[in-house]
């Protein structure tokens, strides 16, 4: 990860624990100043764990008011069963956490609502903006709905939503966000600091109420409607979307994958393959913040698909990237087979890279090749100062 945006994501995460800071506990599923088991305890310390504990609990309790019968009576025995799984970890961090995460799709699964129209209207912002605002007002409990009229307002004139109205409905958004000290805080200080763009506020405030709608977690069922504001908006679009959190909260950034099949050509699989070791034994030791650069990488493959100009100027002094392989000396951590495999494929990505750009996106040969080097340096570069800064402590 480039060592600005580890550091501005260091900063967050500080901010986020500063502002946990003289609270009783994180807020879980059940009452913290309570808990008593060691299991319990590790959920109301661990905010990652309290929040999937939180979110499972509000599930579970919509999926018992809804359900009757039988399905009613299975859901409660499963859930019995899990606590008991649950609580032989103990302590454990990294057994709760999957088990958690397993089950909070399981069990939301069984209270998803039905989201095609409300979807169907958001896909319909960028071509029918005015018609979008109507359908959005017939959701006036959604908070996802009262973020995209807050977007309509300020980037879509044409769409009748009043300045007014746009108020009313961030004020309905911010509300919601208050709930959950960690978002509302980074969002304060994105909204606090004059450096960044208004735009990119905003674009964030949108993230948010996005990831708050459970896209992670239907992620196969329900589509990325959203994919347009990155084209639209660019910078401050993949800005909002990137590494925000500094931890597993990241994994849900609701980051569109790469247009086109880019990355599924062979050397671009022959560079994820010559890299898989190397990254595997340091995500091991980089704790949650290797989240925030698994986001920044989904990012950069989106924005190589979709704005591929933004890499004819070099985002920060040229390197070379091959050079730095070949003078890694640590085959423990990644070995020499390995690199030479990435050797390899550097000069393929780059050529494949090209012929896609000016293929699909229309780039002059030579702005094509500019941006295929400065696309594969930067992809090389994000990956090498993630498994650079793995000491192999444990």
Known sequence: MDCRV????????????????GTPAWAASFDCKKAATPVEQTLCANAELSRLDTTLGEHYRRAMAKLEGAPREALRNGQRAWLQTRNACGV?????QPLLSQRVVEVGTLTQTDTAQLDAII??????PADAAKGLRGYPTSELAAAWLVYLQRFEPTSGVTAEEADANRQQVLAVLKTDSFPWGIYQDLENDPKVSRDQVMLTLLRMMIERAQYVFFGDQRAYVHCFVFSRHGADAYAAFGPLYGSTRDTFAPVCAPQGDLFKQTPWKQLDAAFDPAISTASGNTGTIRFASYAAWNVLGLRATVSPRDFLTPAAPAQDPAAAIRSWTDDALWPKKSRQQALAAIEPARQVTATWLQRER???ADDARRAAREIVRQWLDQRLDFIGDYDGSE
């Open 6 to 21: 580890k550091k501005y994501v260091s900063l967050l995460w500080l901010a986020g624990v500063l502002l946990g800071a």
């Open 92 to 96: 454990d961090v990294a057994c709760l």
């Open 123 to 128: 896909a319909s912002i960028p071509d029918r």
């Open 362 to 364: 229309g780039l002059s």
